[in-house]
């Protein structure tokens, strides 16, 4: 059975750092052709794809957050770690992260975590 | 990443057909056969309904179907049933290895 689970703080005040944890359970992150990502959701809003680390730690982020963003891996603990530096409100939103398969689908997704960004 | 397009909301009756379009360009849509669907009931996770434009996971109920014309890509789910409302995103390989979505579409039972 493969399960994500995301972790993290609630609430992170303006001008912070995040950083999220994704767990990946029944899936190798070593595996060739694994490829993980972030995704997040304000509320009300849209999805939002956010960042990207393949197999081969090549990584990938939103064109508009690349300098605010950190996405990396730990093959041993088998987790994805992502990092926001600079949080501001407008980045409230629900993170999930996600397994892509060899089409480009996500076909695995965590259950999400809240996080709100106030003072 | 501009974001594909889609229509706000759709709705249909029971028992009748919907379709939910996504509207891009050469870079995503129109240049690649990796389209996929999702399904989002509130409070939830998305849930994968459709992949590389026509391909159903398993569990999938084959009510639900996908194609392609050009740089549009569309979803139709048909006999519609009351668990279908929910929101639909769709998302397409971006060059260059990069994924965007669409920016989601209301589907409303009636």
């Known amino acids: 059975q493969v399960t994500l689970k995301e972790s993290g703080p609630a609430l992170v005040k303006p001008t912070q750092t995040l950083t999220l944890t994704c767990t990946f359970s029944?899936?190798?992150?070593?595996?060739?052709?694994?490829?993980a990502n972030w995704i997040r959701q304000p509320p009300g809003k849209a999805l939002e794809w956010l960042a990207r680390?393949?197999?081969?730690?090549?990584?990938f982020y939103r064109t508009s957050l690349k300098t605010r963003l950190t996405i990396s891996k730990d093959t041993s603990k088998n987790q994805v770690v992502l990092t926001m530096t600079n949080m501001d409100p407008v980045d409230t939103a629900t993170y999930y992260c996600?397994?892509?398969?060899?089409?480009?689908?996500?076909?695995?997704w965590g259950q999400g975590t809240l996080v709100t960004v106030s003072s | 990443q501009s974001a594909l397009i889609q229509p706000p909301s759709a709705s249909g009756s029971p028992g009748q057909s919907v379709t939910i379009s996504c509207t891009g360009t050469?870079?995503?849509?129109?240049?690649?056969?990796?389209v996929s669907w999702y399904q989002q009931h509130p409070g939830k996770a998305p849930k994968l309904m459709i992949y590389?434009?026509?391909k159903r996971p398993s569990g999938v109920p084959d009510r639900f179907s996908g194609s392609k014309s050009g740089n549009t890509a569309s979803l139709t789910v048909s006999g519609l049933q009351a668990e279908d409302e929910a929101d639909y995103y769709c998302?397409?390989?971006?060059?260059?290895?990069?994924?965007?979505f669409g920016g989601g579409t209301k589907l409303t039972v009636l």
């Open positions: 996600a397994r892509m398969g060899p089409k480009w689908e996500l076909d695995y």
């Open positions: 029944g899936l190798s992150l070593s595996t060739s052709e694994m490829r």
């Open positions: 680390i393949d197999w081969d730690d090549e990584k």
């Open positions: 050469n870079s995503d849509i129109g240049g690649y056969n990796f």
């Open positions: 590389e434009v026509t």
């Open positions: 998302s397409s390989y971006l060059y260059y290895k990069n994924l965007v």
